[in-house]
């Protein structure tokens, strides 16, 4: 996660304003899943949260959230809002539905967690380098990308799905499996994922 309480304060300073993109926070991060400003605890006189449904709501589309003053302007000068097309009622109303259910049951948040730390600490175990992640992304370093990208192969073929990243998206050598991890994982796709990353490191020498 970015530094955000320190960014804010340089923002702040410079008169400006701070743009969360919080994609993969919404819903998920956060004390109800409000997402990283949550987290942090940040006051909102001078930030812009933008997020999606499409990732942990399951749904379609995305949000700006911020001071008023900005969402009028958006409103009114934002040509990918004016031109575009509205939203299904029926995707709207997916999207509130999902809210309603992050708002009134934590416990898909903590089983989310609870999966994270199950799989983030037996990879870290095993020497894998995860980067000090604390989210239900864990990024896996893996260095050369051909390597990585016959790590990955190596995974779908035992049922696992957890795409290489590689340059130009991260630097020369920082090659990276990205793990997703979800609430509704059970113990036992816990434990082939675990499985699949011993067997894998191994098979290639990574650990």
């Not at 259910?101 to 609870?114: C, Q």
Request: glycine content about 10%; hydrophobic content about 40%.
């Amino acid at each position: 996660m970015a530094p955000l309480p320190q960014l804010q304060k340089i923002a702040k300073k410079n008169n400006g304003l701070l743009l969360v993109d919080d994609a993969h926070a919404t819903g998920v991060i956060g004390n109800s899943g409000k997402g990283t400003c949550e987290h942090f605890g940040l006051e909102k006189e001078n930030v812009i949260q933008i997020g999606t449904f499409s990732k942990a709501l399951g749904s379609l589309g995305g949000f700006v959230a911020g001071p008023k003053i900005i969402i009028e302007y958006l409103k009114n000068t934002a040509r990918s809002f004016i031109y575009t097309t509205a939203l299904p009622p029926s995707v709207c109303a997916s999207s509130l539905a999902a809210l309603d259910i992050i708002e009134s049951d934590p416990s898909i948040r903590e089983n989310l967690m609870e999966n994270v730390e199950t799989v983030r600490s037996g990879l870290i175990d095993m020497g894998y380098n995860c980067l000090d992640s604390k989210t239900h992304i864990i990024p896996v370093v893996t260095g050369d990308a051909g390597v990585t990208m016959t790590f990955a192969r190596g995974l779908l073929e035992k049922g696992i799905f957890a795409p290489a990243i590689r340059p130009p998206t991260v630097p020369d050598g920082k090659s990276r499996i990205r793990v997703s991890l979800m609430s509704s994982h059970t113990k036992k796709h816990l434990e082939i994922i675990i499985d699949g990353f011993r067997s894998e490191g191994i098979r290639l020498g990574i650990i």
